[in-house]
């Protein structure tokens, strides 16, 4: 769960160091406070994007970071990625004014899909928006397989789906263009036969360059390669012989000045040690050049028969064979599309796989719809929607990347009236309870440790906020709840609350976040019920809220 969180120059919030402990915690504060940037500060250490806009004005970067306990699950994450460090998770972001993001993990420089991943085992938060996003199509189907356990399967879906429209995309072009891929085939194969005929093997080219060079200038390297040697070791004036008698004569005056003779003698030695070597190495090579002028004339007409080639499709003598078999290749594809039988023997095997896996979902979604609709049914009337009904309705329809089902969610607000689309007749208050009905059913099946809830409870009051409370506190003994909250009777119930104020400092506003004890927990609810003006009886009132709770 998480353990603690510190923010510097984020927003307007210039340093704050919050601890968390297990259970139901709640943030309150007046509108315009902060208290979504606690949440915004979380959603960007678990791989949100963010950018320069983030850094509090006037300062150089944001520097924020937070520390988990550790499960088995996210040790071994963290080993498999080489990110182990002891018994805590630290993540850390920084975005500096230049909108350069850094992102790190228990110290180490990690990428935001990383930062994402880990997250996904974490933290899990609802937004204040989402009774709004439960009205797009999308979203429900994302729902109803988050719920049923078969995310994975959707996607496998979506991916068949997607190979079987695209076989069937090149069945079509290949029946509407079969005259014209015939004709494309025999143009590609008359090129690939005589690019076959040509037979260039790789490297040759290289290889007959450097063989052809030597053989065209074999005279001259015969008479060069000779002359040297005849320098080196002729009858007269060879400088093997010259380096002997020089060596000779400083030999024997050695002894008269050794410390500045000595050095020159070895100089001098293995300048004939040397010279004998390369006289060797010399005649090694004349024993092998030889004039070959057959030779040559092979390389000549192999090079011209292959430069002819080259000119004719335009490229380098070099990439010839990479042409060869780009064009093998392409004939391949063609004679897959030039067989229908082949192509439509393919696009029905698509099709099976397709059925077999959207039926496999749609059994899945049946089960699950089923569950849900009874779940969401039941928390509507402890959400003061008495004999009101949720259903999750799937239709038949054609073949899709979401299956052969379509997902729509129905409500009907009280007893006797039957359930029509969400969109149609749920108002605002009711769609903001739906929602967080959905979310909490949906944490109590979640195996993240820390549930976060960003003002869910937009639209309620009176009985059922208290109803909302106690539905959040009852999940705060399974999971580390965290509810930023407007409402009093929300906030009563938390185990642990937070205030956030501004204050202004300096000509700037600031925002600041304490922990309230027993006390500031009344004044903090009195204000949340009565406003500006707090009477004795208002924070009596609040202390029986926090008493009751």
């Known amino acids: 769960m998480l353990r603690s969180l510190h923010i510097r120059d984020f927003v307007i919030v210039d340093e704050a160091h919050i601890e968390f402990d297990k259970g139901f915690t709640v943030f309150s504060g007046e509108t315009g406070a902060g208290k979504s940037i606690l949440i915004d500060a979380l959603s960007l250490l678990l791989g949100a994007r963010g950018d320069t806009r983030v850094i509090r004005e006037g300062c150089e970067k944001t520097d924020l970071s937070a520390h988990f306990d550790l499960s088995d699950d996210i040790r071994s994450w963290l080993q498999s990625n080489d990110l182990d460090d002891?018994?805590?998770?630290?993540?850390?972001?920084?975005i500096d004014a230049q909108g350069r993001s850094r992102a790190y993990i228990n110290g180490t420089p990690a990428t935001l899909s990383q930062l994402r991943e880990v997250s996904e085992q974490l933290v899990d938060i609802h937004g204040q928006h989402a009774h709004q996003s439960l009205l797009k199509s999308t979203n429900q189907y994302a729902l109803l397989d988050a719920q049923g356990g078969h995310t994975e399967l959707a996607k496998q879906v979506a991916s068949v789906w997607s190979n079987w429209q695209s076989l069937q995309q090149r069945l079509r072009q290949a029946q509407e263009q079969s005259a014209g891929l015939q004709a494309e085939r025999e143009r590609l194969q008359w090129q690939h036969d005589e690019l076959q005929t040509l037979d260039l093997q790789p490297n040759e080219w290289e290889q007959t360059a450097v063989e052809h060079q030597r053989l065209a200038h074999a005279q001259s390297l015969l008479d060069g390669a000779t002359r040297a040697l005849n320098l080196l070791d002729g009858e007269e004036q060879a400088a093997q012989r010259a380096l002997f008698s020089a060596t000779q004569e400083i030999t024997r005056l050695l002894h008269h000045d050794p410390a500045a003779l000595q050095p020159i003698l070895d100089t001098l030695e293995s300048a004939r040690i040397a010279s004998t070597e390369a006289i060797s190495d010399l005649n090694s090579y004349l024993s092998s050049v030889e004039l070959d002028p057959d030779r040559l004339a092979n390389l000549e007409e192999r090079m011209a028969d292959i430069f002819s080639m080259a000119r004719k499709y335009r490229c380098e003598p070099e990439e010839l064979p990479t042409l060869l078999q780009t064009l093998t290749q392409q004939l391949e594809q063609l004679s897959e599309d030039a067989d229908l039988e082949q192509l439509e023997g393919k696009v029905a095997q698509a099709q099976e796989h397709y059925n077999t896996l959207a039926q496999q979902l749609s059994d899945a979604r049946a089960r699950t719809s089923k569950q849900l609709s009874q779940q969401v049914s039941h928390a509507m009337q402890e959400l003061s929607m008495q004999g009101g009904q949720f259903a999750?309705?799937?239709?038949?329809?054609?073949?899709?990347?979401?299956?052969?089902?379509?997902?729509?969610?129905?409500?009907?607000?009280?007893?006797?009236?039957?359930?029509?689309?969400?969109?149609?007749?749920?108002?605002?208050?009711?769609?903001?309870?739906i929602s967080l009905a959905l979310a909490v059913i949906a944490s109590q099946a979640a195996q993240v440790p820390t549930l976060i809830f960003d003002e869910v409870d937009t639209g309620i009051g009176g009985a059922v906020a208290e109803v909302v409370g106690k539905l959040l506190r009852e999940l705060g003994l399974r999971h580390q709840v965290l509810c930023v909250t407007h409402l009093p009777q929300v906030a009563a119930q938390g185990q642990h609350h937070l205030q956030v104020s501004k204050q202004s400092q300096g000509g700037h506003t600031l925002s600041r976040i304490q922990v309230l004890d027993q006390e500031a927990r009344v004044e903090e609810i009195s204000r949340m019920l009565g406003g500006i003006a707090i009477t004795n009886t208002t924070r009596q009132h609040a202390k029986e809220m926090l008493s009751q709770s």
């Open 392 to 433: 999750v309705e799937l239709s038949p329809c054609k073949p899709s990347a979401h299956g052969n089902e379509q997902v729509e969610f129905l409500v009907a607000g009280h007893a006797g009236v039957r359930p029509a689309p969400l969109a149609k007749v749920a108002s605002g208050g009711e769609l903001a309870r």
């Open 86 to 94: 002891g018994e805590e998770l630290l993540l850390r972001r920084v």
